[in-house]
């Protein structure tokens, strides 16, 4: 090759397309924290742990459908007193195993566990917690819909000598990151360590979750509501009134999937609200704080959304208990206003009975 070829060919770090293709996970929580300290280096792992355990619940889901004991119930039930589905059982396995060992947490708290799983090997070094739903919507696995994991993760306070892990129970605004991991048509890991919400998408090829969308942000107001709409009567007046409303009024469409993972997704990526109320005899809702509601809210809240309980933001919830729970109203901020602007309209008093 001649010396004029050598200096006219463009470098390759120029190539925008090689260099996204070289952004993975790990190396990406170092770049949002401009740090190569310990403590950056300890969440980049910690990162990197989680995408490992999506990585092999992505390939035990793909050949769920071939191998033995893993669709269907397993005949025991959770703390939640809910049927607890063989996939549950493996994702949650799956975490812990990852973790132990890898001096970078002290405990894991899932939603298929009564109390926190420690690791005291790890605990002098590793000083946070992973909260996480191990497989959310797993009532869809056996019939081959998307499911999902979602995780928070906290610094832990105090020493926990007692093992309740009260330092827990605080408001979502104490997280350092959170995030969810889609398995659908594509493994997709979404995240935040607090600076903007940044999609992965998992390369077969490679082995890894490469940036495929930074910083994304929510539309102001989407067309989507998510809604359980099975549960119309359970609800109280001002949910029922808003679901009417979008009935009445074009421009609306309705999507719900029965996994939470998948649905927030798609409000993520087009706009919209996703709601999931309390009901008359469950006024607390279903999802939980934790494990579910908070980690997401810290994500949407991240993307420019809004979410909250309906009456005041979920990310100021604080629980009372590891397994508490609380409605949630969570996606673009125009219309998650719209459903609190129905829910905290004066409610017409009821007449007083005749004597």
Request: a negative charge; hydrophobic letters at 35%.
């Amino acid at each position: 090759m001649s010396s004029e070829n050598l200096t006219t060919q463009a470098p390759l770090d120029t190539d925008p397309t090689l260099d996204r293709d070289c952004t993975t996970l790990s190396r990406h929580v170092l770049q949002q924290l401009k740090s190569y300290d310990a403590a950056a280096q300890d969440l980049s792992a910690i990162m990197n742990r989680i995408a490992l355990a999506g990585k092999l619940i992505a390939r035990q889901l793909s050949r769920a459908g071939l191998m033995a004991n893993v669709l269907g119930f397993t005949g025991e039930t959770n703390v939640q007193g809910e049927d607890v589905k063989k996939m549950d059982v493996f994702a949650n396995e799956v975490f812990i195993a990852v973790f132990k060992q890898s001096g970078l947490v002290c405990r894991l708290a899932s939603e298929e566990m009564e109390k926190p799983y420690y690791i005291p090997e790890n605990c002098p070094i590793g000083r946070y917690t992973l909260l996480y739903d191990p497989i959310d919507g797993s009532s869809n696995v056996d019939i081959n819909l998307s499911v999902g994991s979602i995780f928070s993760i906290r610094q832990q306070e105090g020493d926990d000598l007692d093992g309740e892990a009260k330092d827990l129970l605080q408001a979502g605004r104490k997280q350092v990151a959170a995030g969810y991991i889609l398995y659908g048509p594509s493994t997709m890991l979404v995240y935040s360590i607090g600076q903007g919400v940044h999609v992965f998408t998992l390369d077969p090829s490679l082995g890894e979750f490469i940036l495929s969308t930074e910083n994304l942000q929510i539309p102001t107001h989407g067309p989507v509501y998510s809604v359980n709409e099975g549960n119309f009567w359970e609800w109280d007046e001002p949910f029922r009134e808003f679901t009417r409303y979008v009935h009445r009024h074009p421009g609306y469409t309705a999507r719900y999937s029965g996994a939470l993972v998948g649905d927030m997704h798609r409000i993520l990526m087009q706009g919209g609200v996703f709601l999931y109320p309390g009901t008359v005899n469950k006024p607390e809702g279903k999802l939980r704080v934790l494990y579910e509601s908070a980690p997401l809210a810290f994500l949407v809240e991240q993307a420019g959304g809004k979410a909250s309980t309906g009456k005041e933001p979920l990310l100021d919830v604080t629980p009372t208990k590891l397994h508490a729970r609380s409605p949630l109203v969570i996606g673009s901020p125009e219309d998650v206003a719209l459903v609190e602007s129905f829910v905290n309209r004066p409610q017409p008093t009821p007449p007083l009975a005749q004597v």
